[in-house]
């Protein structure tokens, strides 16, 4: 496969797979996302998170037809990857921070998105509290379209987003 392309159940990048969730990810996602420094620049996850939580969504998200998905470093989980109604996110565990990782997953997820129907573009959201998704986002050619007020689960309040956007090339 080349970088950033996926047959469905797969994504490929020069470094890591993302594979579709599975039950058996739990307890990794579930370390993963014990991690206040990786929680909190979420938005939806709460904290703690319980196995049971993990566990439920990943059961729920097994049946959408959106990608959610696994990233894998070798065969260790290391973060989660999605593409879903045109959007993009991703997450990793703080010992895969800093190495370019991120970006190589953006730019896959976003081939993917593009590949997968005819979105006329792909959008992203982030914390205004996290530069370093931000500038994941920029190199890759998104521009900031708005600013909005969202609650964040994990901090139970209310913060900045940023709204990003990427045409289709």
Known sequence: ????????????????????????????????????????????????????????????????????GIIRDGDLPVGTGQFANGEIGYLLAKTHWGRGLGTEVARA??????DAGDHPDIRARVWADNPASSRILTKLGFHEVERTLDEN?????????????????
């Open 1 to 68: 496969m080349t970088q950033g392309q996926g047959a469905g159940d797969v994504i490929v990048t020069p470094r890591l797979r993302i594979t579709r969730q599975t039950p058996d990810d739990a307890c990794a996602l579930h370390a993963i996302m014990s991690d206040w420094d990786v929680v909190r620049m979420t938005g939806t996850w709460p904290h703690p998170v319980s196995l049971d939580f993990v566990r439920d969504r990943i059961a729920t998200r097994m049946g959408e037809a959106a990608f959610f």
């Open 109 to 114: 997820l976003v081939g993917y998105g593009f």
């Open 153 to 169: 689960r994990a901090r139970q309040t209310r913060l900045v987003t940023i709204h990003y956007r990427l045409a289709r090339p």
